[in-house]
């Protein structure tokens, strides 16, 4: 139980950054439609933590929930340095 519980705590903030962030950034209008995101980032949250005790166990939620939060960075950071993703400044 331990196991998943620090998956959940430890994994789920940046998972759910993740996941928020590259809605925020694929969507058209960034200025109008950053706040919503951030307002919604909260379920986000809640719903990563949820599925860290959907696994069997503590070493599965932690591979799975750290494998896609890496994946999911890794995807982030390669499209914005190819172009494909750009914040609106």
């Known amino acids: 139980m331990w196991g998943k519980s ?3 705590v430890f ?3 940046p998972l759910a950054v993740m996941v928020v962030g590259i809605c925020a950034l694929l969507s058209h209008d960034q200025a109008r439609t950053t706040l919503p995101w951030l307002l919604v980032f909260f379920l986000f949250w809640i719903g990563a933590m949820t599925i860290a005790f959907l696994f069997r166990t503590g070493r599965q939620a ?3 929930m750290g ?3 890496l994946l ?12 494909l993703l750009r914040i609106a400044g």
Not at 72 to 83: D, I
């Open 11 to 13: 994994l789920g903030l």
């Open 6 to 8: 620090t998956a959940a």
């Open 72 to 83: 999911g960075y890794a995807v982030l950071h390669f499209s914005k340095a190819a172009g």
């Open 62 to 64: 932690w591979l799975w």
């Open 67 to 69: 494998g896609a939060t």
